[in-house]
């Protein structure tokens, strides 16, 4: 039995963002994705990509970027990250597919030389507690910290930021221009330090180290953040 061709594959990975992963959290993405999992055109040049795993994410990355640096485009309007609102997605796919195809050299590029980076610094809120519990044991002694993908570094920095967990239990920096909220459930609470935990190191691996000196890596950054999620790429 043959194995499904690269472009069945790619077809595949469209689907199953378009089904699994972007519904509920971005409908143009969702919109856009069942619809590339349709277009031969469009899944064969997607499949240049070096990147195979988040290939949807990529992809769609490549689109928002160029839209970033140059917003004269009708494709715009349905952009939240870029108008501040949203038009009905069910019309988007038409101009969505004449964007691609007139940028197709320059999106063949970015996907062969860009990689997905996902910084999520609102993970540390549930990194805090954990670094807490482990200080406790350690009888107070430094941490050294260890992150594989690491990207950009910022969940390395969590010491950084302050953080708020509702009923008033805040900790972290409290001058720190970066607030992370978390919500809690249940009776229980976690363990939080009234002072951070002391950080004698820090490594980060990662196969594309992102520099955010680079004005270029920041702009792709904010083009892997999903058009509704604004909140995430402030």
Same mark, same amino acid.
């Given at each position: ?28 993405? @969702?919109?856009?994705? @069942? ?9 064969? !040049? ?16 490549? $689109?928002?970027? !160029? ?8 494709? $715009? ?22 964007? $691609? ?22 993970? %540390? ?45 805040? %900790? ?9 909220? %978390? ?41 892997? $953040? ?6 995430? @790429?402030?």
């Amino acid at each position: 039995m043959s194995s499904p061709s690269p472009l069945h594959r790619t077809a595949e990975r469209f689907e199953h963002f378009a089904t699994t992963v972007y519904p509920g959290k971005s409908p143009l993405y @969702a919109t856009l994705a @069942a619809k590339i999992a349709e277009d031969p055109e469009l899944l064969e !040049l997607a499949a240049a990509a070096e990147e195979k795993d988040a290939l949807p994410n990529l992809f769609l990355a490549s $689109v928002h970027l !160029l839209l970033l640096n140059d917003s004269r485009h009708q494709l $715009v309007a349905f952009y939240p990250s870029l108008n501040g609102t949203s038009r009905q997605y069910d019309y988007a796919y038409p101009i969505f597919r004449s964007f $691609v195809l007139e940028h197709r050299d320059k999106i063949r590029k970015i996907i062969g030389m860009r990689r997905v980076q996902t910084n999520e610094a609102a993970r %540390c809120a549930v990194l805090l507690p954990g670094f807490e519990f482990l200080t406790q044991q350690a009888s107070g002694r430094p941490l050294s910290l260890i992150e594989i993908g690491s990207s950009a570094g910022l969940t390395l920095i969590w010491d950084r930021y302050q953080y708020s967990y509702g009923e008033g239990l805040q %900790c972290g920096d409290p001058n720190s221009p970066v607030r992370i909220e %978390c919500l809690l459930r249940g009776e229980k609470r976690p363990p939080l330090p009234r002072q951070l935990p002391r950080i004698t190191s820090r490594i980060g691996i990662d196969l594309d180290p992102i520099d955010l000196n680079n004005p270029e890596n920041v702009q792709w950054l904010r083009a892997l $953040v999903w058009p509704e999620q604004e909140k995430r @790429a402030k």
